[in-house]
């Protein structure tokens, strides 16, 4: 059997990007005997700038580095300090593009710029940056079409949860009349012991960002726009619809009061993040608000690790999927399969 | 837009192949104008024989037929009295066929000889049928492989839960450590009614046979062997395991009593028929057997009209899918989005 070289290049190296380098090493073997490639680490970009080697970093290395507290400008003979992405991508000479850089949803850059400048030189991506796919989905994909490689992004919309994989290719020949998703866990943490401890908004939001578990501005996520981040996506790639943010009706979970959570759960109900897309008329109505739903509804239960999409069809019935255990590593598998899909 | 012809041939025209062809009517546009492509009914085989016709048999005269209680062999000018599938497979130039006859688990025919004929000739086949997979999935796909078309099957495990897919697909990169379903709608109804009402198995099987949802000889179900097959096909696709029934421990639901329901409900466990495979050194240990389960698992909760998995792996840690509304049509529409992933 050949064994298939895969050059890659990595933007981001926060705790995405080195869980990623972290499984580089781990399934190097899995990837060679079971789907019949080899990644090699042809470049690396982080906030510090970049560092490239044709015949391939050594994924330990970066990692070493990084957990001394340096950036890849550092790393001896490779490094360039100050190099940007797209300057990265167009000069390591990579097959596929890894983009886990954090998510700008103002003006998607810098992992817009990059992956379009991946995508021109007909490199195939993978990102878990949902910026550049919130703003411009139609036009990479169309991108993507014309140069003949492949854009996919699993790992953007909820962790592992094959919410996307699901609706692009096990709803074939189906008529999705609504879908509803959990897609951010800070807000279903925080809504999780707000009703089973009984604590406030703020006390609950406090104790979860001195956990690490919400960030120091948890706008993105209290305020309902991650979630919406991720619905907008999968209304691009699974719906057909060419929406963006200002589409989406988005109210976050800050004005859940405990009276109202506990008064749900005597009722049979929880309160959730939900985020919906309905079909109305010849659209879908897109929406992210704190909704009541009865324990019987497959998401209800979701516990503090998980998140979860559910589809109604015409011709298939309901199909909803939960992943548990979510974090950094399960987003990191889901980039995983996403290159074995490209690769294998 | 050049539409595709895709002639397609059906064996089978019970529940399930009927269904199917109510969808190719009623799915006839959304698949032209979405997938590009248009079936035609060149051949059809029942109990009766076949009918065939190169310029297309109506499937709407084919329910008709049905309905008033006739077979495939009565269809005027083109019905065949008494021909065997593999010869209207033979005789029909279908490019996809569909499978959709019984089950047999003694010897898997005629299924299995209709199936080896179609991948002989180069059809493509989408299977509902268990039987041929579960006696020989590695020489129909080795079959299949040789020569250069699809063997489509995930309407056979559990209708339209992506029990196939999710584990083929989502989980590249993966090692699964475990995996649990719930596979066998009749038994969970049983189990269900008994956990729910306080009825005995007897009086809770009696009830289902009454309302159809049990067979008249329900021992494929009860017993646990229909389980035991979607685990074979799961272990066979997914795993990548060479096995068949002989390396399934089987146990049915017979000797599941009220009283360790109760017990089970009142500790907040549910006893559910589950099918597992375990890594266990360097294999898969499988097993279908009544399983006490907290109130906390994924598939704790399934309803009567619902089916589940979930997977346990390494690094995008738990995937769980539940179909809801499960029945004739979602397992045809299970048919049809194989038919849209091999033709679209």
């Given at each position: 059997?050949?064994?298939?070289?895969?050059?890659?290049?990595?933007?981001?190296?926060?705790?995405?990007?080195?869980a990623?380098?972290?499984?580089?090493?781990?399934?190097?073997?899995?990837?060679?005997q079971?789907?019949?490639?080899?990644?090699?680490?042809?470049?690396?970009?982080?906030?510090?700038?970049?560092?490239?080697?044709?015949?391939?970093?050594?994924?330990?290395?970066?990692?070493?580095?990084?957990?001394?507290?340096?950036?890849?400008?550092?790393?001896?003979?490779?490094?360039?300090?100050?190099?940007?992405?797209?300057?990265?991508?167009?000069?390591?000479?990579?097959?596929l593009?890894?983009?886990?850089?954090?998510?700008?949803?103002?003006?998607?850059?810098?992992?817009?710029?990059?992956?379009?400048?991946?995508?021109?030189?007909?490199?195939h991506?993978?990102?878990?940056?949902?910026?550049?796919?919130?703003?411009?989905?139609?036009?990479?994909?169309?991108?993507?079409?014309?140069?003949?490689?492949?854009?996919?992004?699993?790992?953007?919309v909820?962790?592992?949860?094959?919410?996307?994989?699901?609706?692009?290719r096990?709803?074939?020949?189906?008529?999705?009349?609504?879908?509803?998703?959990?897609?951010?866990?800070?807000?279903?943490?925080?809504?999780c012991?707000?009703?089973?401890?009984?604590?406030?908004?703020?006390?609950?939001?406090?104790?979860?960002?001195?956990?690490?578990?919400?960030?120091?501005?948890?706008?993105?996520?209290?305020?309902?726009?991650?979630?919406?981040?991720?619905?907008?996506?999968?209304?691009?790639?699974?719906l057909?619809?060419?929406?963006?943010?200002?589409?989406?009706?988005?109210e976050?979970?800050?004005?859940?009061?405990?009276?109202?959570?506990?008064?749900?759960?005597?009722?049979?109900?929880?309160?959730?993040?939900?985020?919906?897309?309905?079909?109305?008329?010849?659209?879908?109505?897109?929406?992210?608000?704190?909704?009541?739903?009865?324990?019987?509804?497959?998401?209800?239960?979701?516990?503090?690790?998980?998140?979860?999409?559910?589809?109604?069809?015409?011709?298939?019935?309901?199909?909803?999927?939960?992943?548990?255990?979510?974090?950094?590593?399960?987003?990191?598998?889901?980039?995983?399969?996403?290159v074995?899909?490209?690769?294998?």
């Open positions: 059997m050949t064994v298939k070289q895969v050059r890659v290049a990595l933007v981001g190296a926060g705790n995405i990007g080195r990623f380098l972290q499984l580089m090493l781990d399934k190097a073997e899995l990837l060679r079971r789907h019949g490639f080899e990644m090699t680490l042809v470049g690396l970009a982080d906030r510090s700038g970049a560092a490239l080697d044709p015949a391939g970093l050594r994924p330990a290395d970066i990692l070493s580095l990084k957990a001394a507290g340096r950036g890849a400008a550092a790393l001896p003979a490779h490094g360039q300090p100050g190099m940007p992405p797209d300057e990265l991508v167009r000069r390591c000479g990579a097959d593009l890894l983009e886990a850089s954090p998510t700008n949803i103002v003006d998607g850059q810098p992992g817009l710029r990059t992956i379009e400048t991946a995508l021109g030189l007909k490199m991506v993978v990102s878990a940056n949902k910026g550049p796919l919130v703003l411009a989905y139609p036009h990479l994909m169309a991108l993507a079409r014309q140069q003949g490689v492949a854009l996919k992004h699993s790992a953007a909820a962790g592992s949860c094959p919410t996307v994989n699901i609706g692009q096990d709803l074939l020949g189906c008529q999705v009349a609504r879908l509803e998703g959990i897609f951010n866990m800070t807000t279903n943490t925080i809504l012991r707000m009703a089973e401890k009984g604590l406030s908004f703020d006390v609950a939001l406090a104790q979860a960002q001195a956990e690490g578990i919400a960030e120091a501005d948890p706008t993105l996520d209290i305020d309902g726009w991650d979630a919406a981040n991720k619905l907008v996506i999968l209304a691009n790639s699974v057909g619809l060419p929406v963006t943010l200002a589409d989406v009706e988005v976050g979970i800050r004005g859940v009061r405990i009276e109202a959570l506990q008064r749900a759960q005597a009722e049979g109900s929880a309160i959730k993040l939900l985020a919906t897309a309905a079909q109305a008329g010849d659209g879908y109505k897109l929406a992210v608000r704190p909704t009541t739903i009865p324990l019987t509804h497959p998401l209800a239960r979701l516990t503090a690790d998980q998140m979860g999409i559910i589809y109604y069809t015409d011709v298939q019935g309901t199909i909803a999927a939960v992943a548990g255990q979510q974090g950094v590593l399960t987003t990191a598998g889901a980039m995983l399969r996403d074995v899909a490209i690769c294998g």
